[in-house]
């Protein structure tokens, strides 16, 4: 079992700068793949990034690439988000996720075992 804690939203303007924390409080969290997805007002819930177990590997959705960096300390138990130059259209609940499922795609929902309660991201122009 893996408890998953965001922090680090706030409100921010255009241009600006956020870093999202998610602190895992299981045990083995070198075993999970780890994202971030985000819900924006009136949509679904869409991927934005994801970190393999051991931290070589690294995706992005089209949208946040060039902007957004995913990390992991795996001897910390956390996960992070570097959201730079942050668009209006990233405002949205960003929700941290742990998973197991390796045989599907790191974009898809269903690979992930755990979720955080989701930090609030709000920008503003």
């Known amino acids: 079992q893996v408890q998953l804690v965001e922090s680090g939203g706030g409100s921010v303007q255009a241009g600006g700068s956020l870093r999202l924390s998610c602190a895992a409080s299981?045990?083995?969290?070198?075993?999970?793949?780890m994202a971030w997805f985000r819900q924006a007002p009136g949509k679904e819930r869409r991927f934005v990034s994801a970190i393999s177990r051991s931290g070589g590997s690294t995706y992005y959705a089209d949208s946040v690439k060039g902007r957004f960096t995913i990390s992991r300390d795996n001897a910390k138990n956390t996960v992070f988000l570097q959201m730079n130059s942050l668009k209006p259209e990233d405002t949205a609940v960003y929700y941290c996720a742990a998973g197991t499922f390796y045989g599907l795609i790191y974009e898809n929902l269903s690979g992930y075992n755990y979720w955080g309660q989701g930090t609030q991201v709000t920008v503003s122009s």
């Open positions: 299981g045990r083995a969290f070198s075993n999970y793949r």
